[in-house]
């Protein structure tokens, strides 16, 4: 499942893409059975569509349907983050310390990054933000939909631009990481907003 959740990530097998299962078997050389599992696996994940009697689709894309993923990305993180502030203690400062020193010693505007190592620091980062609330639930909601954003974020981050126009940080991570072990909820729940609001309108612009 993971080699074709890759190529969709990485726009190998484009949005609207008809998904063969031999072809996918010779792609990626292993049996149909390992195959239509992933392709079940990846639909319940909204990776991939299925329609009756028709075959099976890479899930297509939309602005409308990437600002429905924000706003409920921004539900959930708005009440992870004050429950986290309120609840988190010495480990989750740790951790939060320690993701953003790996996410920082990458540059994801340099042309020979690897992004898929950037897109992992970068999730960890805003997960450890969030991690204090002890919310199981609302945690794995969030993982969900932080996943389907992940998406659109390589469909944009794999076009070819100057460096001017790559995803540039402006010391976002480090604010919000300084807000977040203030336990400054207003200022900490700002930030977040005003930095993905920034990362989704740079994409509704390659969509």
């Not at 600002?67 to 708005?78: M, V």
Request: aromatic share 8%.
């Amino acid at each position: 499942m993971e080699m074709i959740r890759q190529d969709i990530l990485l726009g190998e097998l484009a949005p609207g893409q008809k998904l063969v299962v031999a072809e996918l078997k010779a792609r990626y050389d292993v049996g149909a059975s390992p195959i239509r599992e992933a392709l079940v696996q990846l639909s319940w994940k909204k990776y991939v569509i299925f329609a009756p009697q028709k075959g099976c689709w890479v899930a297509p894309v939309s602005v409308a349907e990437l600002e429905e993923l924000f706003e409920a990305s921004q539900l959930l993180t708005q009440t992870l983050l004050s429950q986290a502030i309120d609840q988190g203690g010495e480990a989750w400062e740790l951790n939060i310390l320690t993701s953003f020193h790996k996410l920082s010693r990458l540059n994801p505007a340099e042309q020979d990054i690897d992004f898929n190592e950037w897109e992992k620091r970068h999730s960890e980062f805003h997960l450890a933000l969030l991690d204090g609330s002890q919310s199981t639930v609302m945690l794995e909601l969030y993982r969900e939909v932080y996943e389907q954003i992940e998406r659109y974020r390589h469909i944009w981050a794999s076009q070819t631009r100057c460096y001017e126009e790559h995803y540039h940080n402006h010391g976002e991570h480090e604010a919000m990481m300084k807000a977040v072990l203030s336990r400054d909820i207003q200022t900490a729940q700002t930030l977040l907003r005003n930095h993905s609001q920034r990362a989704i309108e740079m994409i509704k612009t390659y969509l």
